[in-house]
C-alpha cells in the first residue's frame, strides 16, 4: 500500500523534477576523464609541499603571510572547481553558493578593528609596567 | 513524453548563459537550479551553512589572537615531533594534509567511476577514501592526546597566550567531528553501492525512494568540503 502511493508520488513527480534531472546530469555534465582528477591531485600535493616548505624554511613576515594565503586559495581554487564540480555547474548555483562566504569578510573587518580596539586597551590598562 | 518536454520549459535545450542565465533560471518558475537535482542543491546549501559555522570558528580564532597581549604559542614548535631523533617540525600535521588530500582524490575517481556504472570500483574507491578518512582522525587523536599530556587545556598551556588551547579544541574537534561523520556516511553509502542497489534500483530503507548513483557526488560534496575546510585551517591555525 505503502509503496503504491509513493509510486504515484514518483509518476506525479519524475517527468517535472527526478528522472528528467538526472538524466540531464548524466548527459550534460559530471563526467570527466580521470586524467584531470591526476593532474589535479598532483598539484594539490605539490601545492601543500609548498605550504609546508614555506613553514619549513621559517619565511617571516609579509612574505609568509601572503605564500600561505596564495597556497590555500589555489588549493581552495582547485578543490571546489574540479573536485566539486563547481566549474561545470550553471553560473545560478556556482554564484549562490560562491557569492555568499565573501560577504565573511565584511565580518573580518569588523572583528579585525574590534580586536585592534581590545588590544589597544588592554595594553592601556592591564600591560605589567616594566 | 516529448509533449512534457515541449511543456516544460525548465527542461527545454537550449538555456541562456551569463548573466541573462543567472536572470533567467532564477525568475523562472518552481526551481531556480535547472540541472540540479534536489539532493544536490540541498547538499551545496549545508554546505554553505557549514561554511559560515567554520568562518565564525576561525574569526573568533583570529579575534583572541589579535587581541591579546600575551605571545601566542609557535604552532611550528608545538606541532613538532622527535622522528629516530631527528627533531622536526609541523611533521604530524604535513602528513594529515597528506593523507586528506589523498582521500579527495580517490573520492573523485569514486564519483567518476559512479557515473560509469562501475559498481565494484566505486565502493573499493570509497572504502579506500573512509579508509584514508579514518586513518586522518586517528592522528588527530594521537595529537590530541600528546598535547593534552603536555598541559594544553582550554583555559591555558605552558608556553602563551591561554586561548590557544580553547581555539585549538574548538576548531580541529569540530572538523575532526566533520570527518568522522564523512567516515561514516562513505561506509553506509558505499555498502549500498557495492549491493548494487543503484543497478537494481532498489528502495531507500527510510525514504522507500528509489537512489541512483548521483548519491556517490552527494557524499563527495560533502567529503570535498571536509578537505576544503582542512585547507583553512592548516593555513590559518598551523601555518600562520
Known amino acids: ?130 | 513524453m516529448a509533449e512534457t518536454v515541449l511543456t516544460n520549459p525548465g527542461q527545454s535545450p537550449a538555456r541562456l548563459e551569463g548573466w541573462r542565465g543567472i536572470a533567467a533560471d532564477w525568475a523562472s518558475d518552481q526551481r531556480a537550479f535547472k540541472n540540479v537535482s534536489w539532493g544536490k542543491a540541498m547538499m551545496w546549501i549545508f554546505l554553505l551553512s557549514d561554511t559560515f559555522i567554520f568562518s565564525c570558528f576561525l574569526l573568533s580564532y583570529m579575534t583572541a589572537r589579535m587581541s591579546t597581549t600575551v605571545p601566542w604559542p609557535n604552532p611550528s614548535e608545538v606541532f613538532a615531533l622527535n622522528i629516530g631523533g631527528n627533531h622536526m617540525p609541523m611533521i604530524l600535521i604535513a602528513i594529515m594534509t597528506f593523507v586528506l588530500i589523498s582521500s579527495s582524490g580517490t573520492m573523485a575517481m569514486a564519483v567518476n567511476f559512479g557515473y560509469r556504472r562501475d559498481r565494484v570500483r566505486t565502493a573499493i574507491l570509497m572504502l579506500v577514501t573512509a579508509a584514508f578518512g579514518a586513518t586522518f582522525v586517528g592522528m588527530q587523536a594521537f595529537e590530541w592526546t600528546k598535547l593534552i599530556m603536555e598541559g594544553v587545556r582550554p583555559w591555558g598551556n605552558p608556553w602563551g597566550a591561554p586561548q590557544f588551547g580553547a581555539s585549538f579544541f574548538m576548531i580541529t574537534g569540530f572538523h575532526g567531528t566533520h570527518v568522522t561523520f564523512g567516515v561514516i556516511f562513505l561506509i553506509a553509502i558505499a555498502r549500498k553501492v557495492f549491493r548494487g542497489d543503484f543497478d537494481v534500483e532498489r528502495r531507500g530503507f527510510f525514504t522507500s525512494r528509489r537512489g541512483n548513483y548521483e548519491i556517490v557526488e552527494i557524499t563527495g560534496l560533502y567529503w570535498h568540503f571536509v578537505d576544503l575546510v582542512w585547507v583553512f585551517i592548516f593555513a590559518f591555525f598551523y601555518l600562520w
Open chain 1, 1 to 130: 500500500m505503502a509503496n503504491t502511493a509513493v509510486d504515484m508520488e514518483e509518476r506525479l513527480h519524475a517527468p517535472a523534477h527526478g528522472a528528467v534531472a538526472t538524466e540531464a546530469v548524466h548527459a550534460e555534465g559530471q563526467q570527466h576523464p580521470i586524467k584531470l582528477y591526476l593532474v589535479v591531485w598532483g598539484w594539490l600535493f605539490v601545492l601543500s609541499t609548498f605550504s609546508y616548505l614555506v613553514d619549513y624554511f621559517g619565511l617571516h613576515g609579509y612574505l609568509r603571510w601572503s605564500l600561505i594565503l596564495l597556497f590555500m586559495m589555489l588549493k581552495a581554487g582547485l578543490i571546489v572547481a574540479v573536485f566539486m564540480h563547481m566549474a561545470w555547474e550553471r553560473l545560478a548555483l556556482t554564484y549562490a553558493i560562491l557569492l555568499p562566504p565573501v560577504v565573511v569578510f565584511v565580518f573580518v573587518a569588523i572583528m579585525a578593528l574590534e580586536s585592534e580596539y581590545t588590544h589597544f586597551l588592554r595594553v592601556l590598562f592591564f600591560a605589567t609596567p616594566s
